[in-house]
C-alpha cells in the first residue's frame, strides 16, 4: 500500500541551527502538506503546496520556514534558525485532488530544539 | 481563519458503553472529516462527510454531518478497548484542512 515516508523520524539540534524535514509523498499525488503537533497540542496546519508553489500558509509558517519540491519526489521543509519553540512532531501529507479528499499523512519527525 | 472546537477532550469509560463525541464551527465546511490517531504516528482517516445532514456508519461508529455543514459528531456504540486513541475531526476549507484539538478516548475493559 502507498504511503508517505518521512526522515528522520527524530532529530535533535541547537537552537540557531538549520533543519531540513524530508518526506516523499505518495507518487501520484498532487497536493502536499506540513503540519506540526506540539506534545500534547492539536494538529496545526503550516502550508499547503501544489505546482512548485505555495498554495496557503497558516501565521505560524513565518520567514523561518520554506518548502521545496527539489527533485520531483521529495518534499522538504527547512527551518533556518531553530528556536526552543520548534520542538514539535512535524507531519507531511499529501493528496491526490484538494478538498475533500483524504490526506495521507507520514510517520511524523520529532524535532526536538535544544 | 477556521476554528473546529471538539468536546469532549477526554473521555475514559468502561467497554460496552456508548459514547458521543461533538466537533463544532461557526465557519461552513465544504466537508468535515474524522481521522484517528495512535501515539507516535499520523492521522488515519475514518471517514469524510460531504453532504449537511449525511449520516455515516463504519461499523459501531456513527458520523453525522450537521444540516448546516459546521458541526460533526461521532457516535461510537458499544466501546472496546480497542477503540482507544486520540480521534481528530478535520475540515477542508481554502486550501487546507484544519483540526480540531482532539477527544483523547480510554475503554477500559
Known sequence: EPEVTQTPSHQVTQMGQEVILRCVPISNHLYFYWYRQILGQKVEFLVSFYNNEISEKSEIFDDQFSVERPDGSNFTLKIRSTKLEDSAMYFCASSERLLNTEAFFGQGTRLTVV | ?????????????QEGENLTVYC????????????????????????????????????????????????????????????TGLYLCAGWGGNMLTFGGGTRLMVKP
Do not use: C, M
Open chain 2, 1 to 13: 481563519t477556521q476554528l473546529l472546537e471538539q468536546s469532549p477532550q477526554f473521555l475514559s469509560i
Open chain 2, 24 to 83: 463544532n464551527s461557526s465557519s461552513v465546511f465544504s466537508s468535515l472529516q474524522w481521522y484517528r490517531q495512535e501515539p507516535g504516528e499520523g492521522p488515519v482517516l475514518l471517514v469524510t462527510v460531504v453532504t449537511g445532514g449525511e449520516v455515516k456508519k463504519l461499523k459501531r461508529l456513527t458520523f453525522q454531518f450537521g444540516d448546516a455543514r459546521k458541526d460533526s459528531s461521532l457516535h461510537i456504540t458499544a466501546a472496546q478497548p480497542g477503540d
